[in-house]
């Protein structure tokens, strides 16, 4: 069987269709923190199953008779070490045979903030002895798409990236990599750094939102310390707001992109473009 953590998320839940397409759905175990969330799963076969990174004593039932497991990674920015840690102390106890965990792009050496739990997390699973994917995501599309509304309406993108390249790809691309790897064999102890096939600037996805939307959308590139006054200002938690900056700064220096083409290879196709990206994304 092949269990999904976080299953009723926005990444969970496409990875647990991509499994519908290659697996027959008893062998498939949705795993989540409110299992009510995911009774139009279990109407269709799916097993479902509690699991709660918080709460490891239901993590050893979650797991019982998997063989293959993927991690995604908690949103809980700041407890997520621990909480990946119960999983993969979890999943060493049950025998897992392959335990793939969705990670952060060049996650070993990138410098931003958001990496060091990530890399923590690697470390763990490494020493745990389980064979293991490390599937190293870049940034979502969505991060800049998925709510267009207020950017439309004020007539620009606002950050601190400067003309740093972000090969940014969608949600469906990740999840069909993740797919790849749970239906596929030769995985074992790999690393994938995964990324769009095309990276872009600030500056190159404000022109194509122009381009599609019909009116003129800019980028301001801001000082990081007003980027950080701006989010707060929108009402951006102050801690959170400075993950998003840092973001930034180091997407500016580099570290959301990537020519490596393993997502690429993964999935069988081209990831999806910008343009259809966005494309989707107004039509919502």
């Known amino acids: 069987m092949i269990l999904v953590t976080g ?44 699991a709660d990174y918080s709460q ?10 998997v063989e293959k497991v ?16 119960a999983v993969v102390e979890a999943a060493r106890k049950a025998g897992v045979r392959l335990l793939a ?7 070993d050496r990138s410098k931003m903030a958001l990496a060091a739990e990530h890399k923590a997390t690697e470390e763990a699973i490494r020493a745990s002895g389980l064979p293991y994917v ?23 993108f606002m950050g601190s990236a400067g003309e740093g390249r972000i090969a940014a790809a969608t949600r469906a691309d990740y999840a069909a990599a993740a797919v790849a790897v749970l239906t596929g064999s030769g995985h074992e102890n790999k690393v994938y750094e ?4 095309t990276p872009f600037t600030m500056a190159e996805l404000a022109t194509e939102v122009s381009r599609q939307a019909g009116k003129t959308i800019g980028y301001n590139n801001l000082p990081p310390e007003q980027y950080q006054a701006a989010l707060v200002g929108v009402g951006v938690p102050g801690p959170f707001a400075a993950v998003l900056v840092d973001s930034d700064v180091n997407a500016a220096q580099g570290s ?12 069988g196709r ?13 039509k919502r």
């Open 194 to 197: 995964l990324a769009g096939d």
């Open 70 to 85: 993927l991690l995604i990674s908690s949103s809980e920015v700041g407890k997520r070490a621990q909480q990946h840690q």
């Open 56 to 65: 490891p004593e239901t993590l050893g039932p979650a797991l019982a008779g």
């Open 270 to 282: 081209p990831t999806t473009p910008l343009a259809d990206a966005v494309a989707a994304a107004l």
């Open 7 to 50: 299953a009723t998320g926005k990444l969970g839940r496409l990875v647990i269709e991509e499994l519908l397409k290659k697996v027959p759905a008893s062998q498939v175990v949705a795993a989540a923190r409110n299992p009510e969330k995911a009774g139009d799963l279990a109407a269709r076969g799916v097993q479902v199953r509690k």
């Open 256 to 267: 959301l992109d990537d020519s490596s083409g393993d997502l690429r290879r993964l999935i």
């Open 101 to 107: 965990y969705t990670s952060v792009l060049h996650a």
């Open 134 to 156: 490390f599937l190293r995501n870049g940034w979502y599309i969505e991060n800049y798409t998925e709510n267009l509304g207020p950017t439309l309406a004020h007539g620009a």
